[in-house]
C-alpha cells in the first residue's frame, strides 16, 4: 500500500507560481512512476506531468514550458512548480503513484486526495 499526501494548492493571480507537493508512504520501494494530473469542473481528468524513478520527464502540451515536475526519493516527495499560471489551469489537482504488485508485470495506481488551485484576479 501506498499513501499520498498533496500540499501547496491555492488562490494566485495570473502570471503567478505555485509549488506543490506530494509525499508518499508505505511501500515507496514499490513506486515506478509519480505524476500529477488535474480535473476542472465538469472536464475529464487528464494527465499534467510524470516523472520516473530515473528522472524522466512527461508534460501536457498545455503546461510545457511553464509546469516543472521534480521528485526527491531520499523524501520519497515528488513536486510540481507552476510558473505562469493562467485561469485555465484552475482545477484540483491528483498526485499519482504506480507501483509495482507482487504479480510480475502488473501495477496498480494510487491516488491523493486532491488539492485546489485557482488562478483569478
Known amino acids: 500500500q501506498v499513501q499520498l499526501v498533496e500540499s501547496g494548492g491555492g488562490l494566485v493571480q495570473p502570471g503567478g507560481s505555485l509549488r506543490l507537493s506530494c509525499a508518499a508512504s508505505?511501500?515507496?520501494?514499490?513506486?515506478?512512476?509519480m505524476g500529477w494530473y488535474r480535473q476542472a469542473p465538469g472536464k475529464q481528468r487528464e494527465l499534467v506531468a510524470t516523472?520516473?524513478?530515473?528522472?524522466?520527464?512527461n508534460y501536457a502540451n498545455s503546461v510545457k514550458g511553464r509546469f516543472t515536475i521534480s521528485r526527491d526519493n531520499a523524501k520519497n516527495t515528488v513536486y510540481l512548480q507552476m510558473n505562469s499560471l493562467k485561469p485555465e489551469d484552475t482545477a484540483v489537482y491528483y498526485c499519482?503513484?504506480?507501483?509495482?504488485?507482487?504479480?510480475?508485470?502488473?501495477?496498480?495506481?494510487?491516488w491523493g486526495q486532491g488539492t485546489q488551485v485557482t488562478v483569478s484576479s
Open positions: 508505505g511501500s515507496t520501494s514499490s513506486i515506478t512512476l
Open positions: 516523472i520516473t524513478r530515473g528522472d524522466s520527464t
Open positions: 499519482n503513484a504506480v507501483s509495482m504488485t507482487i504479480v510480475p508485470g502488473a501495477t496498480r495506481p494510487y
